[in-house]
């Protein structure tokens, strides 16, 4: 069972408000990622670290942003939610080359 | 909000019978393939995988076949249950340390 866990589980807030979803791992795992996914569809990466001072962002353009300062944490940020980011967003981890990765519960976001 | 991508096509079976869930892919020089499950209201999980030495991979109730000629790929499902309604992803490494998802299919088990 994977050790990656992402706080809060359901969030609802106004919009232009400042929020941080967060995303920890305790495996050790160098490679995190942030995939956002709407109801019944496909998974979107985001943004991505490959370790500590490391983030790009992904094939998705996103407002969002990302930081690493611990190898273990991988908050995202949206420094002013809209509508259009009510979404769910899966945090994800692994370690390696080409390695499988261990994926939380997620966050279902509404921005009303 | 805006979605974006495709809505994810749908397999329903019957109880008991086998599920086919197809995959391609579009990167030749991919040589490891992972399939994902994911439950409705949870993130996907790891089902398994396959590199391509190889054309065939069998777990507990599942099998992963290779097609590295059309560049296809299957999960096949014995005894579908209930508990297998989900949505299952293929994905590929289209470089050294990403993962690319497919666009994933759910499958809906009727009782």
């Known amino acids: 069972e994977a050790d990656i866990y992402q706080t809060p589980r359901y969030l609802v807030i106004g919009t232009g408000k400042k929020i941080t979803l967060e995303c920890s791992q305790t495996?050790?795992?160098?490679?995190m990622y942030w995939y956002q996914q709407d109801p019944g569809m496909e998974l979107h990466l985001i943004h991505y670290?490959?370790?500590?001072?490391?983030?790009e962002k992904g094939d998705l353009s996103s407002e969002s942003t990302v930081s690493r300062i611990r190898t273990e944490h991988f908050p995202l940020t949206l420094e002013s939610a809209r509508p259009s980011h009510t979404s769910q967003y899966l945090c994800?981890?692994?370690?390696?080359?080409?390695?499988?990765?261990?994926f939380g519960s997620g966050t279902q976001l509404s921005v009303l | 909000g805006e979605s974006v991508g495709l809505h994810l096509p749908t397999l329903s079976v019957q109880e008991g019978d086998n599920s086919i869930i197809n995959c391609a892919y579009s990167?030749?020089?991919?040589?490891?393939f992972i399939w994902y499950k994911q439950e409705s209201g949870k993130g996907p999980q790891f089902i398994i995988d396959?590199?391509?030495?190889?054309d065939k991979r069998q777990g507990q109730r599942v099998t992963v076949l290779l097609n590295k000629t059309v560049k296809h790929l299957s999960l096949q499902i014995a005894a579908t249950q209930p508990g297998d309604s989900a949505v299952y992803f293929c994905?590929?490494?289209?470089?050294?340390?990403?993962?690319?998802f497919g666009g994933g299919t759910r499958l809906m088990v009727k009782p």
């Open positions: 670290s490959y370790g500590v001072n490391s983030t």
């Open positions: 994800a981890s692994s370690t390696g080359r080409q390695e499988k990765l261990f």
């Open positions: 495996m050790g795992h160098d490679k």
């Open positions: 994905a590929e490494p289209p470089s050294v340390n990403m993962l690319t």
């Open positions: 990167n030749s020089a991919s040589d490891y």
């Open positions: 396959i590199r391509s030495n190889m």
